[in-house]
């Protein structure tokens, strides 16, 4: 089968570039060797939009973060995924963190970031009263947002389909093969795609895609990182961060959209790209970094840990690595997308696009281009009036099955039936947040399984955790 471009990798930079590749007259697949989108570093992150005032000035994520994230406002609205408004206090301890205060003060003056302030010991108690004492004043960053990174994913690639792009699941490239000048053959464990542009957003395994198609220009390598979930009860509004160190941006404390807060993350570089592993070390480091933030923290209200790796392109001045190959032409790179990157895809998207121009690709806009995406009814959410006209409608709609979350039947059925459905357990709880409340899917995952099965027409035993190898339900002990 023939394209013009092969996206290979379906994190928040794949699906942001699918999602940008759509607006145009283009044949586009996208490649994930996983059973679904986000299911690797892009849900395994805090999803701060950061504004730009971190990145220093010059580099890439300097060029691309402010700009990504100033257009998140008008993506929540036109592909209806949630967005919070929280600020970001960078709060200082120290006359040299004050003193970094000022450079991110300057960091954001220089790369064009509004609505940046430095606080006082008294604003800064005024806005967050429980903060600790200790504290000598901060940065706050007002135009800072929250999103689920998961949920951005989902609705980039959606509209993409929408739009004429395809998807491959569950295809794990694993051969590139150059065919005369202007094209490429990419080989999966199913099927084979001639293209002529590839666009490598591979994550962690950039370099080892690149390498299929005889490029060695970087080298990758995760920087693992332990995230906490906690309750629906912290007493503070604004995303908190410690003054930054060289690599990381440090222990935060993190509002969602949803209500629940993080606390996230470690950052320690690992040889193993495949480990997503908690350990004990790494949740006390985060314990104590909320707490050195707020003193009165209770780590009772931890209700699941998790840990993910961020995308390390090395020796390349922790920046990104976005470039046309210089040795194989039409091999685009969208590599080492650390953070900022969630705040920075929109806008890496459109980078990508014109380095895919500048390499030859002809680029029509479509005329049929719809920029809307629908989102399946968030329940809870809802008035009471409007959760009545569902049940009217459908009385699968007042059937809650996530007590925790309020999640009703109809629900689920409709994430599973959505563009991009849901096919797992992980996938319905990414659509809908079955699953995600204090009870951690204690009471409600057999029911989701059971609808799961149910709608996709099997056993099941066949329905899987996330992966295909993932299964949960082996047979009957009784019966």
């Known amino acids: 089968m023939k394209y013009d471009v092969v996206i290979i990798g379906g994190g928040i930079t794949g699906t942001a570039i699918a999602h940008e590749l759509a607006k145009y007259q283009l044949k586009t697949i996208l490649l994930e060797s996983g059973s679904d989108v986000a299911a690797r570093a892009s849900k395994q992150n805090g999803a701060v939009i950061h504004p730009g005032y971190d990145p220093h000035p010059g580099t890439m994520k300097a060029k691309l973060n402010p700009p990504g994230a100033r257009m998140y406002p008008k993506l929540a609205k036109e592909l209806g995924f949630k967005i919070r408004q929280t600020g970001t206090l960078v709060v200082a301890y120290s006359d040299r963190d004050l003193k970094k205060v000022d450079e991110l003060l300057n960091n954001a003056k220089v790369n064009g970031v509004l609505g940046v302030e430095k606080l006082n010991q008294e604003q800064l108690r005024n806005r967050e009263p429980q903060i600790n004492p200790e504290a000598l004043g901060a940065l706050l960053a007002n135009s800072t947002t929250m999103v689920d990174s998961f949920e951005v994913c989902i609705a980039f690639m959606e509209n993409a389909m929408e739009n004429g792009v395809e998807i491959g699941l569950s295809q794990q490239v694993r051969a590139i093969e150059k065919r005369g000048e202007e094209d490429f053959v990419v080989r999966t464990q199913d099927h084979e795609y001639e293209t002529r542009f ?6 962690i395994h950039a370099d080892d895609v690149a390498a299929m198609a005889g490029i060695h220009e970087y ?4 920087r693992h990182g332990n995230l906490c979930v906690l309750d ?11 003054c930054p160190g ?15 807060f993080l606390i996230g993350s470690t950052a320690t570089m690992r040889e193993d790209k495949y480990d997503s592993t908690n350990d004990a070390h790494g949740i006390e480091e985060l314990i104590a970094g909320a707490k050195k933030l707020l003193p009165d923290f209770d780590p009772g209200c931890v209700i699941r840990e998790f840990a993910g790796q961020r995308p390390v392109c090395l020796d390349n001045d922790n920046d990104f690595y976005i470039k046309e190959s210089y040795t194989v032409k039409g091999f685009i790179h969208a590599a080492g997308i650390q953070s900022p990157g969630i705040a920075s895809a929109p806008a890496v998207a459109e980078y990508v696009r014109d380095l895919l121009a500048n390499a030859g690709l002809e680029l029509k806009e479509k005329t049929d281009y719809n920029p809307y995406r629908q989102p399946i009814p968030d329940f809870s959410t809802l008035s009471l009036e409007e959760k009545d006209e569902l049940i009217k409608k459908d009385p699968a709609w007042g059937r809650i099955v996530c007590r925790c979350e309020t999640v009703p039947e109809g629900e689920i059925i409709a994430a599973i039936h959505q563009t991009l459905g849901a096919r797992t357990v992980e996938g319905v709880k990414r659509r809908t947040r079955a699953g995600m409340g204090r009870c951690q899917s204690g009471f409600c995952q057999f029911r989701v399984m059971h609808i799961l099965a149910q709608e996709l027409g099997i056993p099941e035993e066949d329905v899987r955790f996330e992966e295909n190898e993932a299964q949960v339900l082996y047979g009957k002990l009784k019966g």
């Open 198 to 203: 590839i666009v490598n957003a591979a994550g």
């Open 219 to 222: 080298k990758m390598q995760g």
């Open 232 to 242: 629906k009860v912290l007493p503070i509004h604004t995303v908190m961060f410690p």
């Open 246 to 260: 060289p690599d990381t941006k440090g222990i935060a404390l993190i509002p969602t959209v949803s209500g629940n």
